[in-house]
């Protein structure tokens, strides 16, 4: 009966951390929407922060989510990829647009293949996927509108944050 009753409680204390998980994880990618939109639709900086500012979004929802947790893989490639664009269309570094974004990104890809060897959640494909889809918003920024205002990206933060937060004990908790 005792074994029962503590198997129970692990199993309950597993199910509160994964709500947990996800209501914070939910609650920091809301919280990177809202920063976004006021600090590049409405403040000062120019779009060109747009990618830092969704990589960093993703940086303090890893992190708020453990070694154990999600977004290590996206974090490290846009927030990467986004410095990368943030130093060169800031004139910090004086190289070629394509080259500062491929260094930036193989560096955000290489720290989340160590991340993953050192036990964070990090899966190739989560680093595959982050970069398809940084290559594809970059390639359409100039041909379709929405691709290139914050806003979009903002909504897109805010959006996922919500569905992490609604979703059912079970799915996309991890």
Do not use: N
Request: net charge positive; proline share 2%.
């Amino acid at each position: 009966m005792q074994l029962r009753a503590g198997r129970a409680r692990s199993e309950l204390e597993g199910k509160l951390e994964r709500v947990s998980l996800r209501r914070r994880q939910g609650a920091v990618l809301i919280a990177g929407g809202a920063v976004l939109y006021l600090l590049v639709e409405v403040g000062d900086l120019r779009f060109h922060w747009t990618p830092l500012l969704v990589g960093l979004s993703y940086l303090v929802a890893a992190v708020v989510g453990g070694k154990p947790g999600s977004y290590w893989a996206t974090a490290c490639v846009i927030t990467a990829w986004g410095a990368g664009v943030v130093l060169h269309r800031e004139g910090t570094i004086d190289v070629s647009p394509e080259g500062a974004y491929l260094l930036a990104i193989g560096v955000g890809a290489t720290v989340a293949a160590l991340l993953g060897r050192s036990g964070y959640a990090v899966d190739g494909l989560g680093i595959a996927a982050s970069i398809l889809l940084a290559g594809l918003f970059l390639a359409l920024v100039t041909r379709v509108d929405a691709v290139g205002r914050a806003s979009t990206y903002a909504a897109a933060l805010a959006l996922i944050g919500l569905i992490r937060l609604a979703s059912p004990e079970g799915r996309l908790t991890k």
